[in-house]
T-cell receptor, first 116, second 113 residues
Framework: GDSVTQTEGQVTVSESKSLIINCTYS????????LFWYVRYPGEGLQLLLK?????QKGSSRGFEATYNKEATSFHLQKASVQESDSAVYYC?????????????FGQGTVLSVIP | AQTIHQWPVAEIKAVGSPLSLGCTIK??????LYWYWQATGGTLQQLFY??????VESVVQLNLSASRPKDDQFILSTEKLLLSHSGFYLC????????????FGPGTRLTVL
């Protein structure tokens, strides 16, 4: 089946420093999956941060970027300068629409703590 | 604008007791609906999906069932809870089954003792 791997369970970064959260995926379905980063801020629900549905393209939102690398099967999340308000749990996910279902497969999540 | 509401916010239940969790979507007719579950320390996984009223498909067997009695309502239930059912339950919707993005509700925290 499909799978998503986030190698860091927890990341601590000082404010204004750069960030990278690693994500690799494996998709067994025919064709290329859609790739997503979801975020859950403290006390809030899960929300979409960014998505890329075309291999080779880059998505961006709120200063975060991620590039769909089909050769490396990666979708790493990066930000040049983090802020304390970026502290949250980040989930990498893929989806493939088949047979009436658009199933999201999530990584285990990365807890980001930004130190002021 | 579309809104998604889940109830209850949290539940503490005994092993062997019944369970019913609900989800309502407003502002979108005929959405695709989904149930996801995250065990403590685990990953989010899809449990069920529904394309239309009265039609629900199971993705993972966890001794749970789901129903869609109305276009805007999705219910997750079981007659006998297990300890392993503890976790965080999320309802989600999408514009249609081919739409890439899913929109999530606030979730229900279930603790089974």
């Amino acid at each position: 089946g499909d799978s998503v791997t986030q190698t860091e369970g927890q990341v601590t970064v000082s404010e204004s420093k750069s960030l990278i959260i690693n994500c690799t995926y494996s998709a067994t379905s025919i064709g290329y999956p859609n790739l997503f980063w979801y975020v859950r801020y403290p006390g809030e629900g899960l929300q979409l941060l960014l998505k890329v549905i075309t291999a080779g393209q880059k998505g961006s939102s709120r200063g975060f970027e991620a590039t769909y690398n089909k050769e490396a099967t990666s979708f790493h999340l990066q930000k040049a300068s983090v802020q304390e308000s970026d502290s949250a749990v980040y989930y990498c996910a893929l989806s493939v629409a088949t047979g009436g279902n658009n199933k999201l497969t999530f990584g285990q999540g990365t807890v980001l703590s930004v130190i002021p | 604008a579309q809104t998604i509401h889940q109830w209850p916010v949290a539940e503490i239940k005994a092993v062997g007791s019944p369970l019913s969790l609900g989800c309502t979507i407003k502002g979108k007719s005929s959405p695709n609906l989904y149930w996801y579950w995250q065990a403590t320390g685990g990953t989010l996984q899809q449990l069920f999906y529904s394309i239309t009223v009265g039609q629900v498909e199971s993705v993972v067997q966890l001794n749970l069932s789901a129903s869609r009695p109305k276009d805007d309502q999705f219910i997750l239930s079981t007659e006998k809870l297990l300890l392993s059912h503890s976790g965080f339950y999320l309802c989600a919707w999408s514009w249609d089954w081919g739409a890439a993005e899913q929109f999530f509700g606030p979730g229900t925290r279930l603790t089974v003792l």
